[in-house]
């Protein structure tokens, strides 16, 4: 059994930065993907940034350059880094991961306002 956690969202100005992070509890397949997905409301979930299997990282077109995906594997954790934040930016943040059963595990979200 996996769970996550995320934490770090919060209400920032158009141009600010947020750090979120996603606490892990389990076993995680660190050889899947684990990343990061957005919810903004009335739109679909979509993929933010992510760890591929293989272990290089992708982004979302919206936001290279200007947000950073990393992992500490000792500490079970891993961060989205969110710099020069715009208004667009502004969902629900959910962190993802697998566990050895196949199951891909969802954390509950934390909220990103971003005002202009």
């Known amino acids: 059994q996996v769970q996550l956690v995320e934490s770090g969202g919060g209400l920032v100005q158009a141009g600010g930065s947020l750090r979120l992070s996603c606490a892990a509890t389990?076993?995680?397949?660190?050889?899947?993907?684990m990343g990061w997905y957005r919810q903004a409301p009335g739109k679909q979930r979509e993929l933010v940034a992510t760890?591929?299997?293989?272990?290089?990282?992708m982004y979302v077109e919206s936001v290279k350059g200007r947000f950073t995906i990393s992992r500490d594997s000792a500490k079970n954790m891993m961060y989205l880094q969110m710099n020069s934040l715009k208004p667009e930016d502004t969902a629900v943040y959910f962190c993802?991961?697998?566990?050895?059963?196949?199951?891909?595990?969802w954390g509950q979200g934390t909220q990103v306002i971003v005002s202009s």
């Open positions: 760890f591929t299997s293989i272990g290089s990282t």
């Open positions: 993802t991961a697998w566990g050895w059963n196949e199951v891909r595990y």
């Open positions: 389990g076993s995680i397949r660190s050889s899947k993907d």
